[in-house]
């Protein structure tokens, strides 16, 4: 499945990206906490603790489109009342993955907490010195945990980081949940976003990597251009 992360349309509302989506035949999405919610609620943010009203209103954008919200991040999910409010949340949203950058020690929480509802949890890596950003880290963190429990593998931060996005593949094989997809122009921290297959991720050779796993992972498209540009 392959849709956008809303972070691409950051300067535009959530409801305006569902149509930006739509318009490209794409029928899920990744969502982001802190886009503008919509045309009529310019102020208000879209975020997991968004009174009940405004959910099913998004819930109604969401139907309308033939948009299936899929993954929602990425988040912390540093205390307990957080994780509370994410995984209500997504329950009531039927999200099927929350991409967030836990803490090391509440990952057995986070663990019975999907279990609980049902939902994944897939480890996502910001650039270095974040805490996720070597692969290794996330391999490590998943060892003998259940299958809800894996990684959101951002191929642009790992380049940002000097690691080579095959290879952090590979490592990773067997925990694969979701993938937020860019290219850059070089190995380098402030590496720029381009079109894919025009930098050096090597887009080609991930599809293939993912299609060897024989996995079905979420696509999200993420393309992070400089002040939140129009990409289209």
């Keep these: 499945r392959l849709g956008c992360q809303t972070y691409t349309f950051r300067k535009f509302t959530l409801f305006e990206t569902i149509d930006k989506n739509a318009s490209l035949g794409l029928n899920c999405i990744e969502a982001y906490p802190g886009q503008m919610l919509s045309p009529e609620y310019p102020t208000t943010k879209f975020n997991h603790l968004l009174p009940k009203e405004l959910l099913d209103a998004v819930k109604a954008k969401l139907d309308e489109t033939g948009t299936a919200l899929v993954n929602y991040g990425v988040v912390a999910l540093p205390d307990e009342e957080e994780r509370h409010h994410v995984f209500?949340?997504?329950?009531e949203m039927g999200i099927e993955t929350i991409v967030a950058e836990p803490p090391l020690d509440t990952l057995d929480i986070v663990e019975n907490l999907c279990a609980k509802y049902g939902v994944n949890l897939a480890i996502h890596n910001h650039p270095a010195p974040s805490l996720y950003w070597n692969p290794d880290t996330v391999v490590k963190a998943c060892e003998g945990r259940s299958v809800c429990i894996g990684a959101c593998a951002d191929t642009g931060h790992w380049i940002r980081s000097g690691k080579n996005p095959l290879e952090a593949l590979k490592k990773l094989e067997g925990r694969i949940i979701s993938l937020h997809v860019k290219d850059v122009d070089r190995y380098a921290p402030d590496a720029a976003d381009v079109p894919w297959g025009t930098g050096v991720g090597d887009v080609k050779a991930l599809l293939a990597e993912v299609h060897r796993q024989n996995i079905q992972p979420v696509f999200s498209i993420e393309y992070e251009a400089p002040?939140?540009?129009?990409?289209?």
């Design 227 to 232: 002040d939140g540009e129009d990409p289209f």
């Design 88 to 91: 209500e949340f997504a329950k």
